[in-house]
């Protein structure tokens, strides 16, 4: 991948959670699907003690851009399928 390029990647139920889910958010044989973006590539930094502040910031991007992705995949699921949270 290169950087800003999008991938969508399926993993089905069989290498994800499987019959047995993540209730509530994941139904036993669901299929998972992720949009992922790759924002930067980083060189190793030697770090010699247990100390991954350098990563901290970049991680909570990330999380907070993957929780826009999940909630816009989400969105377009509801209105495909025709169903809102508000039932």
Same mark, same amino acid.
């Given at each position: 991948?290169c950087? $800003?390029e ?7 139920? *069989?290498?994800?959670?499987? @019959? &047995? $889910? ?7 044989? &669901? !299929?998972?699907?992720?949009?992922? #973006? %790759?924002?930067d590539i %980083?060189?190793? !930094?030697?770090?010699? =003690?247990?100390? =991954? @502040?350098?990563? @901290? *910031?970049?991680? #909570? *991007?990330?999380?907070? /851009?993957?929780? #826009?992705?999940?909630?816009? /995949?989400? *969105?377009? #699921?509801? /209105? ?6 508000d039932?």
């Open positions: 991948m950087v $800003g999008v991938r969508k990647l399926v993993l089905p139920s *069989e290498i994800a959670y499987g @019959d &047995a $889910g993540a209730l509530p958010d994941i139904l036993p044989g &669901a !299929t998972l699907v992720f949009e992922v #973006e %790759l924002m %980083l060189s190793p !930094t030697v770090n010699n =003690d247990d100390d =991954d @502040d350098y990563y @901290d *910031e970049s991680n #909570e *991007e990330m999380l907070r /851009h993957q929780k #826009e992705i999940m909630e816009r /995949h989400r *969105e377009e #699921e509801q /209105h495909h399928s025709g169903k809102s949270d039932l």
